[in-house]
């Protein structure tokens, strides 16, 4: 607080009442998302031991009112702390289960092209990856389509397909 000069009143010059809620708020909001995560991600981290270990205990509790009273403490304890490392940190994590996300749809859009298109599906694939097997494919594809198959081996032939095309593409990405 300051004294104006001209009234000799105080002046405050910190942060709004408003703000100093929203900020409790994000920094519980936060700590209800470290909840969810698994002890090995949160180790990662590296927070604080009491914070640590309040989001452990956050994690046993079955009882409505209790966990909403831990999720206050955690938001308290989050408060203390610079949250931008723990908001970047989760940030990457977001965005690398989001890539995973997307290769795994663009694998999976491949699989099932090569099981509806057959051989146009091979020679488009091919273009991609020059050093991928045409017979193993071919032979994949007919076991994972073939009407007089038994559906678990149908089955079996797909999640294969499914791997081979995996580490055709890591192949290219290295």
Same mark, same amino acid.
Do not use: N
């Given at each position: 607080?300051?004294?104006?000069?001209? &009234?000799?009143?105080?002046?405050?010059?910190?942060?709004?009442? &408003?703000? %100093?809620?929203?900020?409790?708020?994000?920094?519980? *909001?936060?700590?209800?998302?470290?909840?969810?995560?698994?002890?090995?991600?949160?180790?990662? /981290?590296?927070?604080?031991?009491?914070?640590?270990? $309040?989001?452990?205990?956050?994690?046993?509790?079955? &009882? !409505?009112?209790?966990? *909403?009273?831990?999720?206050?403490?955690?938001?308290?304890?989050? !408060?203390?702390?610079? /949250?931008?490392?723990?908001?970047?940190?989760?940030?990457?994590?977001?965005?690398?289960?989001?890539?995973?996300?997307?290769?795994?749809?663009?694998?999976?859009?491949? %699989?099932?092209?090569?099981?509806?298109?057959?051989?146009?599906?091979?020679?488009?694939?091919?273009?991609?990856?020059?050093? *991928?097997?045409?017979?193993?494919?071919?032979?994949?594809?007919?076991?994972?389509?073939?009407?007089?198959?038994?559906?678990?081996?149908?089955?079996? $032939?797909?999640?294969?397909?499914?791997?081979?095309?995996?580490?055709?593409?890591? &192949?290219?990405?290295?």
């Amino acid at each position: 607080m300051q004294e104006d000069e001209d &009234s000799g009143e105080f002046a405050y010059d910190g942060p709004s009442k &408003s703000q %100093r809620k929203r900020d409790a708020d994000a920094a519980q *909001a936060l700590g209800t998302r470290l909840i969810g995560l698994k002890e090995v991600e949160l180790k990662a /981290l590296d927070l604080p031991e009491p914070l640590f270990d $309040a989001i452990l205990l956050a994690k046993r509790i079955t &009882s !409505r009112g209790g966990l *909403a009273r831990q999720r206050q403490y955690i938001g308290k304890l989050m !408060r203390q702390l610079d /949250l931008a490392p723990i908001e970047a940190a989760l940030g990457e994590k977001s965005r690398v289960h989001a890539l995973e996300a997307e290769r795994h749809k663009r694998l999976e859009s491949w %699989r099932v092209r090569l099981l509806t298109e057959g051989p146009k599906a091979i020679d488009e694939l091919l273009k991609w990856c020059p050093e *991928a097997d045409r017979k193993s494919l071919r032979a994949l594809i007919d076991k994972a389509t073939g009407a007089k198959v038994d559906p678990a081996s149908r089955e079996a $032939a797909s999640r294969e397909l499914f791997r081979t095309l995996r580490g055709l593409f890591d &192949s290219i990405s290295r």
